[in-house]
């Protein structure tokens, strides 16, 4: 089993950057594949990036492309989301998520889930 616990979020300005990090318990992290979600009030949760259990393959969504860049570092059990050029639209509870399936943009596809953090961006 696994436990993670977001940090990182809070209030930005437009065009302002936020790292999110991800820290997870146990030892074989390096097993999980690794995603970010996000979830703005009265929307669904949507996929924001994955990362691959060694790192070597990542995947966004179209809207956070270019802008965000999610990394792991295994021997910290923890992953990263680096968010640049932030806008109004990408205010939301982000969630971090682990998998045991490859990397998928699928929500239910996680088996792991953190409590969240919130992510506030003022225009």
């Known amino acids: 089993q696994v436990q993670l616990v977001e940090s990182g979020g809070g209030l930005v300005q437009a065009g302002g950057s936020l790292r999110l990090s991800c820290a997870a318990s146990?030892?074989?992290?390096?097993?999980?594949?690794m995603g970010w979600f996000r979830q703005a009030p009265g929307k669904e949760r949507e996929f924001v990036a994955a990362?691959?259990?060694?790192?070597?393959?990542?995947y966004y969504a179209d809207s956070v492309k270019g802008r965000f860049t999610i990394s792991r570092d295994n021997a910290e059990n923890t992953v990263y989301l680096q968010m640049n050029s932030l806008k109004p639209e990408d205010m939301a509870v982000y969630y971090c998520?682990?998998?045991?399936?490859?990397?998928?943009?699928?929500?239910?596809?996680?088996?792991?889930w953190g409590q969240g953090t919130q992510v506030t961006v003022s225009s």
């Open positions: 998520a682990a998998s045991i399936s490859p990397a998928s943009k699928l929500p239910w596809e996680y088996n792991y």
């Open positions: 990362i691959s259990r060694r790192g070597g393959s990542t």
């Open positions: 146990g030892r074989t992290f390096s097993s999980y594949t």
